[in-house]
């Protein structure tokens, strides 16, 4: 069975302080992808990253750099320089290759404060 | 822009109404997707829908039935809502390419409550 895990529920932190958000995945299948949400207070679910289980290279963004590991099967989301803008919960997902259902997290709220 | 309307934003109903959440996209994609959100569990599929008139069951239907008469709109159905069904709802759309996996697009959500 897949499961996509995200044990941080909340983090706080203050304003330009670096912070990461921990994803930890299963599945026994070789070829999946993760994927990265931000769903600010509107609500709206907002797509920031996918990377397919063949990539392990890692990803930045601007402020937001991804760090997939194959062998700890995880696939963790930093933010540099932490915004108040950048206050929502996040959610990491899976999916299995050639299907469209996602998995996801619970996700983890993050509150920058100013 | 991929855009993905939710009809209300919030709604309140009361036990054994029949109640219908509505959900359109703009950019003809093929699948549509119907989620709620709960605190403490996440995002978790209700019903999914890959093309006209066709459905399946995602991990928690019951309770629940879907409608795709025409591809933009997919509606949610609640039978007979009862109080454990007050919950975020959120639909989504994606474009089915060979080997699948895009990105789902996200409308703003339906906060629903059921007295």
């Known amino acids: 069975a897949q499961k996509v895990t995200q044990a941080q529920t909340e983090i706080s932190v203050v304003e330009k302080e670096d912070v990461t958000l921990d994803c930890v995945y299963e599945t026994r299948d070789t070829t999946y992808y993760l994927f990265w949400y931000k769903q600010p207070p509107s609500g709206e679910l907002v797509f920031l990253i996918r990377r397919n289980s063949f990539d392990e290279q890692n990803e930045i963004s601007g402020r937001y750099s991804w760090n997939f590991q194959k062998s700890t099967s995880s696939f963790n989301f930093t933010i540099t320089a932490s915004q108040v803008v950048d206050s929502a919960v996040y959610f990491c997902?899976?999916?299995?290759?050639?299907?469209?259902?996602?998995?996801f997290g619970t996700g983890t709220r993050l509150q920058v404060f100013p | 822009d991929v855009k993905v309307t939710q009809s209300s934003r919030y709604l309140v109903k009361r036990t054994g109404e029949k109640v219908f959440l509505e959900c359109v996209q703009d950019m003809d994609h093929e699948n549509m997707f119907w989620y709620r959100q709960d605190p403490g569990l996440g995002l978790r599929l209700i019903y999914f829908s890959y093309d006209v008139k066709m459905k399946e069951k995602g991990d928690i239907p019951e309770g629940y039935s879907v409608s795709r008469e025409k591809k933009e709109r997919f509606s949610l159905i609640l039978e007979s809502a009862s109080t454990n069904q007050t919950s975020m709802y959120l639909c989504a759309s994606l474009t089915r390419v060979t080997g699948g996996n895009q990105p789902q697009h996200f409308g703003d959500g339906t906060r629903l409550s059921i007295l």
């Open positions: 997902a899976l999916s299995l290759y050639n299907t469209d259902k996602l998995i």
